[in-house]
């Protein structure tokens, strides 16, 4: 089946510091979705990507949806304690969702 | 608060027991949704409904027993599980499947564990 590989698995960083993530595949997919998952939570949508090549920013979050069709990136600028948590990847092809393994974020104060 | 709530959040049961989770959304969607989500794994779709019709399951165990009736609610039946079967078990939904364009609201989860 499809599969999306989603690096890093984890990152620890320091509050203010820029975090940048991303999710490959063998598969054309169309559209990328990135979702949070805050402790004890479940899964939010953070940002959708319709088109390649598109770059969608939310807040201090930005997002490309690659050319190829294969990739996405997630940026994540000055962070802050909040953002901990473990963001997802995902990619829709026909009817199928896909989600990544998820980069488990950490950040200190 | 994402319109989407199950009950019970968490769950001990042995591996004889039967027992029931709850799913239900605010949100006038109608396909709905159960995932599994084990650590360091991608999540893993069991079953979707789509307007009350379930319109796919995803080779999950007999063991494990969905149910919708109406579509605003979603039970996941659960018997003679195993000790993997230990997982959060998520619900969610979304207006409709046919166009798929992967948004989902998800709820806070199931956490199951299964002595």
């Known amino acids: 089946g499809q599969q999306l590989n989603q690096s890093p698995q984890s990152m620890f960083i320091q509050e203010g510091e820029d975090v940048s993530m991303n999710c490959t595949s063998s598969?054309?997919?169309?559209?990328w979705l990135w979702y949070k998952q805050d402790p004890g939570e479940g899964p939010v949508l953070l940002i959708a990507?319709?088109?390649?090549?598109e770059l969608t920013s939310n807040g201090r979050l930005t997002a490309q949806f690659g050319i190829t069709r294969k990739d996405s990136f997630l940026n994540i600028s000055a962070s802050i304690p909040s953002d901990v948590g473990i963001y997802f990847c995902?990619?829709?092809?026909?009817?199928?969702?896909?989600f990544g393994e998820g980069t488990q974020l950490t950040v200190n104060p | 608060e994402t319109g989407v709530t199950q009950t019970p959040r968490h769950l001990v049961m042995g591996m004889t027991n039967k027992k029931s989770l709850k799913c239900e959304q605010h949100?006038?969607?109608?396909?709905m949704y159960w995932y599994k989500q084990s650590a360091k794994k991608p999540l893993e779709l069991m079953f979707v409904?789509?307007?009350?019709?379930?319109?796919e399951n995803n080779s999950v165990p007999s063991r494990f027993s969905p149910e919708c009736p109406n579509s605003s609610h979603l039970f996941l039946h659960l018997h003679t599980l195993q000790p993997e079967d230990s997982a959060l078990y998520l619900c969610?939904?979304?207006?409709?499947?046919?166009?798929?364009?992967?948004?989902?609201?998800f709820g806070e989860g199931s956490r199951l564990t299964v002595l």
């Open positions: 969610a939904s979304s207006p409709v499947t046919t166009s798929n364009t992967g948004e989902l609201f």
């Open positions: 598969s054309i997919f169309n559209t």
């Open positions: 949100l006038g969607h109608n396909a």
């Open positions: 995902a990619g829709t092809s026909g009817s199928r969702l896909t």
């Open positions: 409904y789509n307007f009350k019709e379930q319109t």
């Open positions: 990507l319709y088109k390649a090549g």
